[in-house]
């Protein structure tokens, strides 16, 4: 498209946004006159015409813009989600909103008050959304016509330009015209006719290609490992020639992370994680381990006394056992339990390890010798777990979550892909726990594991937590 046109639409958004502070702030005096003096709003809104306030809101109106232009939203938005273009909006009117507080306490604006504020706050951003979806949905109705067409190049025949060329023409409304590829190898079939996309010509002739042809936007698709020279040198010179280069930020196979361009002052950083639960959802996590958990310790209070007493009957030792846990994020804390072994039963492990009948990095011994009377009843019922209810209450623990590892273990897990488990909070209860526990394999069990933190939400922690209680009851798998 051409740059003059393009700065013409971008200036109906700018007269759009305008136009709409505008209205919001008449509204907004409007609400605020009629409760200070409801039987003559009019008068009310006469006595302020005046060129005091005139100079003001133009001022104010000035920095509107620079507000919405310092958070993007007067640049080139062909590309993205259309709620980012919403959250910028919000923040964009959040951000002015409150200076025009700023400046209403300091110049002594006695019309901007709080109803002021909130109504001018809601207008504004309910109106900046809906007049900006309204024009990008005549925009694009625009370019499905073949108008305000921006001329493209795909750089790179390869899975990925063909998957982004097929995207293209897929979607109309962002207004493309696909040109051609570029590349020393054969071009992909389109998705819209079947047969092969156009081949501009290779490599080597890129840049010559790129200034001669009408281009407005450049895609650059080649593998970075071994095309990292020729994409340094494609970038250099279109962006020279004043073209706008894209580049899909996957470059690496991902199966689990997800990429995500961030910035670091100015500086791009591409960022490769996990998708994390929404903090809604870890909000009602956590909420429920601490009203659950609070419950749980009062009621169980008496259990507490009447298990601390037969321990010490039985043995001498702590009533409780702090072992070192790898927790989230492969951090350290202490778990705390019911001793159930005799006193110096981490001393003796080194003797036991060739008893081991757990296949993996886990130890279990189904008749520990270390394991006292009480201790096996506790473990039976599970009873030797309660204390964890502490390390929940302040943070370390949920009450749903894979089972938190000693060090021992960690250190001998065999497979890259589960250590991913550290990637949640470690919890007392799991679906390893609630299918077999000690039955099942140490390699099915982080399987457990990544299955629950994969399809985690607050109705599968429920769920589990409904079929604990009979687990416990049963014995399942206890040891």
């Known amino acids: 498209m051409q740059p003059l046109r393009r700065r013409l639409l971008l200036d109906a958004f700018r007269v759009a946004d305008l136009c709409v502070m505008t209205a919001a702030f008449g509204l907004a005096l409007i609400v605020s006159a009629g409760a ?13 015409i005046k060129l005091s306030n005139t100079l003001l809101f ?6 509107w813009h620079v507000i919405f232009r310092a958070h993007g939203l007067y640049r080139s938005r062909r590309i993205g989600l259309l709620v980012s273009e919403w959250w910028d909006l ?11 507080a700023g400046l209403a306490v300091v110049l002594r604006l006695v019309a901007v008050d709080r109803r002021f504020l909130a109504v001018f706050f809601v207008a504004g951003l309910v109106g900046t959304v809906l007049t900006r979806s309204a024009l990008r949905l005549v925009l694009g109705e625009v370019r499905r016509k073949g108008r305000n067409l921006r001329n493209l190049v795909i750089v790179g025949c390869g899975p990925r330009g063909a998957r982004l060329g097929a995207e293209i023409w897929k979607r109309p409304e962002l207004g493309y015209l696909l040109l051609g ?50 994409i340094a040198r494609l970038i250099t010179v279109a962006t020279e ?16 992370a997800r990429a995500e361009v961030e910035h670091l002052d100015k500086i791009p950083i591409v960022t490769l994680a996990e998708p994390t639960p929404s903090s809604l959802g870890l909000f009602v996590k956590r909420t429920l381990d601490v009203v659950c958990t609070s419950v749980a310790l009062v009621l169980s209070a008496p259990l507490f006394l009447i298990i601390a007493i037969a321990i010490k009957l039985e043995s001498p030792g702590p009533v409780f056992f702090g072992q070192e846990r790898v927790g989230l994020g492969r951090r350290k804390f202490r778990m705390w339990k019911f001793r159930s072994m005799v006193r110096d039963a981490e001393s003796q492990l080194a003797k036991l390890e060739q008893l081991n009948e757990v296949k993996g990095a886990a130890f279990k011994i189904r008749q520990d010798p270390r394991v006292t009377r009480v201790g096996r009843l506790l473990r039976k019922l599970s009873l030797d777990e309660l204390p964890q209810l502490v390390n929940v209450l302040i943070g370390e623990m949920s009450l749903v979550g894979p089972r938190p590892l000693p060090l021992r273990d960690v250190e001998r897990i065999p497979n890259g892909w589960q250590l991913r488990r550290f990637s949640m909070k470690p919890g007392i209860t799991c679906l390893w726990q609630v299918n077999g526990r000690h039955k099942i394999d140490f390699d099915h069990w982080m399987e457990l594991d990544l299955q629950y933190i994969d399809n985690w939400s607050s109705g599968l922690d429920l769920e589990i937590m409904m079929k604990t209680i009979p687990a416990v009851l049963r014995g399942t798998g206890a040891s």
């Open 181 to 230: 590829y570029i590349d020393d190898i054969p071009p992909p079939r389109s998705s819209l006719h079947g047969q092969p996309e156009k081949l501009l010509g290779g490599l080597k002739d890129a840049a010559s290609l790129l200034g001669t042809m009408e281009v407005d936007e450049v895609m650059i698709c080649l593998p970075l490992r071994s095309q990292y020279e020729t």
């Open 90 to 100: 919000a923040k964009a009117v959040a951000l002015g909103t409150l200076i025009l």
């Open 36 to 48: 200070a003096s409801p039987n003559n709003p009019a008068a009310f809104l006469a006595v302020r």
């Open 58 to 63: 133009m001022g104010f109106a000035v920095l």
């Open 241 to 256: 020639m004043g073209l706008i280069v894209r580049m899909p930020a996957d470059f690496f196979e991902l199966k689990l």
